[in-house]
């Protein structure tokens, strides 16, 4: 319904004069604000609220600011009922009815008005806002809303022209104050008279500015063990820190309670490490339970989530803290009933303890005086101490198991400044005391007076405070001459208060009384003279920090007329001490500061009359120390099908935060310095130092399955030969191999690699090895070992035609076989040596296979046809050799022998040999011999 009549959500980014969301119950907004809380009191009906632990609140109805909108969209509205269904003064625009609000024809013309803004309220009051809304008035075209503070004279403008709404939303007010504000009608025809009124907003809580600063580990506050302090989480940006120190194994239990939003809680060690962490939704408290955790300093984060804040409701924080022992430290030591002698000592009770030992010492003195060891009631009284002085105690439950560990606090005597300056009764026996330094002494008695005296050299301005009062003291300054100059009288024990300016150069006395016999014999006041120049030194102004790096800045300040020097201190926000400086110009460079952290200084002037009062303190951070980060795998970065890499984080500084990425967008849970991956993409990581981060260059993780191998060419070759094998998934190759033999290769690409045929080779299959699989060939790769030549020829003697020769070896045994023929290989220049020579038989076709090294390849050579009962014949001419065989057919042509020297048979084939008989070489003998 709330829609239909112009209404939004509560989480829509449009509400509170400043398009912020009213509640964040839908756990989002509707545009782009931040995210805030959930009201404590429930939701209005335009809320998401029933979906949280709040609930919807239906008396509130829809809430101030979207009523106001509903019943704006009601009031300007052309028409809601039949006409005449209601009054002309009913505020809505009906149709027929005469009157102000009249719309119909028959209605006289409505008069002009411009009203004064009625119904005002003021609603959800906080410590710096409020909501004033209004009835919206007929024939407004906007509002105008001042405001002030009541002390104020001075009118602020929210808005001149407010338009489209009957609220308006005023944010930066100052906590617990009155303030005034009037609104007033804006009309076509002239503007109303002011509507004024009242409201003062909450005070903030008194918890409000606890243990601040303390927005880092570095300005962590220390609080104690088992006890319970309060804070507030009161602006979006708070942060608070605190740290806690053991010396020995001990269990935590860390409560966080009386949540005002929704607040989350971090503990850390002390490298900084996130140990423990919880984020319960909403107001929900949070609990972190550690045990067993070494002694050293610990670390709690209390924040608000989203921005959740509250200024005026304090959460509740306990850091539980036991020994990992059942006999346990006691806790709740305190002290009670001090005199100048005697104390009493007590503690809270040890739920594993049979008795107790206290003991006792001067906080000056090496050695423990045992006051009791088997105590069993909570407490102790030590008597026969020494007047002002600091003592030591502790105390240890005495256990079944034995002695526990010890609790030890400290407490000091009535101090002996009871009687200081004593006697010092009369203006004559003034005690002289130190100008702007504190004396303590007491009105011990009834009738006991204290006079003091200070002389000054030059023109002086006196503020002498006399402060601790443990009764009504009263204080009067006398001059030399016994007059009483100025006396404070103030009633109980309210400080007394002298301020005397230009006061010429002299001794001046100050006598400290007890009004009516107000005296204590236990207690000492604090006397303060304070003394100045006359003449000023003026404090620096302008202060200002430049050139601020991870661990310098410089210092800036205007320069003082007649400054001889300044003096400079600064620390860390929160230091118990400062780090002290001077400097004769108006700046100031620091050096070794700590990177990401926060830091203050302060300037005081230093004139020959004196040095003025430091400055205000001036804030700054130092920058973050940026680390930078690379990333190391363990494996090779493509992985196998089911297989995995690590990687691991390499960061230049230490890091308290780490989020991996997959192609740019977060790994859920994966906040380690390792992840161990599955799957192919490109992974880089974010690391965080304090509040400084970086993010890695990416590396990239492919995917690849088992090889195979497809084809492979040549099919054969000798070693040494390139062999190009086919196939697919090439990647993280890591061998190749002939038969078994490694091979060196190069991957030309995941589906190309070329190997070379390796000595001592031998034919079988190829085998190619990846990170994912070895893979074989399906068939075999022949290793060429031999140069073959195939020659036919034709022994003229044994041949009988047809292409056959008769079988010589063994005609019955081996038919097919002819006779023993060599080939010798000459070369193919002069003196045509022999090189290599085989000698085989050849078969009746005439046809034999004649083997020789492979080093003949690419060389030039005769071929050399041997028989024993032959004439030898040589080719034609030289032949290169090429490819691992050769056919050389000497049968075909005349001219395949060297001079044509080959006989023609009767079939027309030639023989290559012609034999010589006995009867040839007796007649070739005869032909000489005559």
Not at 520 to 540: I, K, Q
Not at 700 to 713: E, N, R, V
Request: charged share 5%; proline share 4%.
């Amino acid at each position: 319904m709330g829609h239909l009549i112009g209404s939004r959500h509560t989480h829509a980014c449009v509400w509170n004069g400043n398009s912020t969301a009213i509640d964040g119950c839908a756990g989002y907004v509707e545009g782009s604000c931040a995210l805030p809380g959930n009201p404590s009191s429930g939701g209005t009906i335009m809320s998401y609220c029933h979906l949280t632990s709040v609930g919807m609140n239906l008396s509130l109805g829809f809430g101030p600011q979207p009523g106001n909108v509903i019943r704006n969209t009601v009031l300007n509205a052309t028409c809601l009922h039949n006409c005449g269904y209601s009054s002309c003064t009913d505020g809505f625009m009906n149709g027929q009815e005469t009157g102000v609000d009249c719309g119909g024809p028959s209605c006289p013309v409505c008069p002009a008005t411009c009203t004064t803004p009625s119904g005002v309220t003021v609603t959800s009051i906080s410590v710096n806002s409020a909501v004033i809304s209004w009835t919206g008035v007929i024939g407004a075209v906007t509002y105008a809303l001042d405001y002030k503070l009541n002390s104020s004279s001075t009118w602020t403008v929210a808005s001149a022209a407010i338009a489209n709404g009957t609220s308006f939303y005023l944010t930066g007010l100052t906590g617990g104050s009155l303030y005034d504000f009037r609104l007033r009608t804006n009309c076509a025809s002239g503007n109303s008279s002011y509507y004024q009124s009242q409201f003062t907003t909450l005070t903030p809580a008194a918890c409000n500015s606890n243990y601040e600063p303390n927005e880092s580990t570095a300005a962590a506050a220390t609080i104690p063990a088992n006890t319970t302090i309060t804070a507030t989480i009161g602006t979006t940006s708070d942060l608070d820190y605190y740290k806690l120190t053991t010396t020995v194994t001990s269990d935590f239990n860390v409560n966080l309670t009386n949540l005002a939003g929704d607040y989350d809680l971090q503990m850390f060690n002390s490298a900084g490490t996130s140990i423990g962490l919880s984020e319960n939704p909403y107001t929900t408290s949070e609990n972190i339970t550690l045990t067993s955790l070494a002694a050293g300093t610990y670390y709690f984060f209390v924040y608000g989530y989203g921005g959740a804040n509250s200024p005026t409701v304090c959460y509740n924080l306990n850091v539980g803290v036991s020994t990992a022992a059942g006999c346990i430290a006691p806790t709740g030591l305190t002290a009670s009933a001090i005199t100048s002698t005697t104390a009493t000592v007590s503690w809270s009770a040890v739920g594993a303890a049979l008795s107790y030992n206290v003991e006792y010492k001067l906080n000056s003195s090496p050695t423990w005086i045992l006051a009791t060891s088997t105590n069993t009631t909570l407490s102790v009284n030590l008597s026969g101490l020494i007047v002002g002085s600091l003592y030591d105690y502790r105390v240890s439950a005495n256990c079944t198991g034995g002695l526990g560990p010890y609790a030890q606090a400290q407490f000091t005597t009535s101090p002996a400044c009871i009687t200081a300056f004593e006697p010092n009764e009369s203006q004559a026996a003034a005690v002289t005391i130190s100008a702007n330094t504190t004396v303590s002494a007491g009105i011990y008695a009834s009738g006991d007076l204290d006079y003091f005296k200070v002389t000054t050299s030059v023109v002086t301005n006196f503020n002498v405070t006399l402060t601790g009062l443990p009764a009504d003291f009263d204080i009067q300054m006398l001059n030399s001459g016994g007059t009483v100059l100025v006396t404070s009288q103030n009633g109980g024990t309210t400080s007394e208060t002298i301020t005397l300016t230009n006061q010429a150069a002299g001794t001046y006395t100050f006598k400290v009384y007890g009004y009516a016999g107000a005296n204590s014999a236990s207690v000492c006041y604090n006397l303060f003279v304070g003394t100045t120049s006359a003449v000023t030194c003026d404090v620096p102004g302008t202060l200002s920090t430049s050139a601020i790096t991870t661990s310098s800045a410089t210092f800036n300040w205007g320069a003082v007329a007649g400054a001889t020097g300044y003096n400079i201190q600064y620390r860390l926000i929160g230091a118990s001490s400062w780090t002290s400086a001077n400097s004769a110009t108006n700046s100031y460079s620091v050096s070794s500061l700590s990177p990401n952290s926060n830091y203050e200084w302060q300037v005081q002037t230093i004139c020959t009359s004196g040095l003025s009062a430091f400055s205000s303190s001036v804030l700054f951070t130092t920058v973050c120390a940026t680390p930078s980060v690379t990333i190391t795998a363990s494996g090779p970065t493509t992985l196998c099908p089911g297989g995995s890499v690590t990687l691991t984080v390499n960061p230049s500084l230490p890091v308290n935060n780490y989020q991996w990425l997959l192609n740019g967008s977060n790994i859920l849970g994966a906040t380690s310095s390792t992840y161990t991956l599955s799957s192919a993409g490109n992974y880089s990581v974010q690391v965080t130092a304090g509040t400084c981060s970086s993010t890695s260059a990416v590396t990239t993780i492919s995917s690849a399955g088992l090889p195979t191998i497809t084809s492979f060419t040549p099919t054969s070759a000798i070693v040494g030969t390139n062999v190009t094998i086919t196939g697919t998934n090439f990647v993280n190759v890591s061998d190749v191999r002939f038969n078994t033999t490694s091979a060196s290769f190069i991957v030309n690409s995941a589906t190309s690699i070329t190997a070379t045929v390796p000595a001592g080779a031998t034919t079988g299959l190829l085998s190619v090895i990846t990170a994912c699989g070895t893979v074989n060939s399906a068939s075999n790769f022949t290793v060429v070992t031999n140069y073959t030549i195939l020659a036919k020829v034709y022994i003229e003697g044994f041949y009988i035609g047809g292409g056959l020769m008769r079988a010589v070896v063994n005609p019955v045994a081996t038919p097919s076989l002819c006779d023993t023929v060599e080939i010798q290989l000459a070369r193919g220049t002069s003196p045509y040596t022999i090189d290599y020579s085989d000698k085989v038989v050849i078969g009746t076709n005439g046809i034999g296979n004649f083997h020789f090294p492979t080093s003949v390849i690419g060389q030039s050579y005769y071929l050399v046809v041997r028989h024993r009962n032959s004439l030898q014949t040589w080719s034609a001419n030289p032949i290169t050799f090429s490819g691992f065989t050769m056919v050389y057919d000497f049968t075909t042509s005349a001219a395949k022998a060297y001079g044509n020297n080959q006989m023609i048979q009767a079939d027309g084939k030639r023989a290559f040999i012609a034999e010589i008989s006995i009867r040839t070489i007796l007649s070739i003998q005869l032909i000489f011999m005559q």
